[in-house]
């Protein structure tokens, strides 16, 4: 899951930059495109922050269960 999770951020942010470039670069104000690819920035960059909120999460509630399988183990009492 993790895994998924920090590839889809990988990939999430290199579309971001490819649709950010790709208009500075080949797309002028006046083609339809320029707002379809705006559109998909967008929409990748907040996809970003997204997945990276939901690794922090799974990572530490990960990391905590872990912690307390240690600590609160009733064979180590
Ligand atoms: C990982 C996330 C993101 C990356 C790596 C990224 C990257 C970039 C880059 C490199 C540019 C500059 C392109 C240029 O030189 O013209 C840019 C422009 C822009 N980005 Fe992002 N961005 C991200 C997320 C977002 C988000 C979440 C939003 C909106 C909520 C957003 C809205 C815009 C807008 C409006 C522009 C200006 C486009 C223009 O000048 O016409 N970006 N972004």
Do not use: D
Not at 4 to 33: M, N, P
Not at 39 to 46: Q, T
Request: aromatic letters at 16%; proline letters at 1%.
């Amino acid at each position: 899951m993790v895994r998924i999770l920090h590839w889809s951020i990988v990939f999430s942010i290199v579309v971001a930059y490819l649709t950010a470039y790709y208009r500075y670069w080949y797309i002028t104000q006046t083609e339809g495109a320029n707002w379809t690819l705006l559109v998909v920035h967008i929409n990748f960059g907040l996809l970003v922050l997204i997945l990276i909120l939901s690794f922090i999460m799974f990572v530490s509630r990960y990391c905590l269960s872990k912690m307390g399988a240690k600590t609160l183990s009733p064979n180590k009492v």
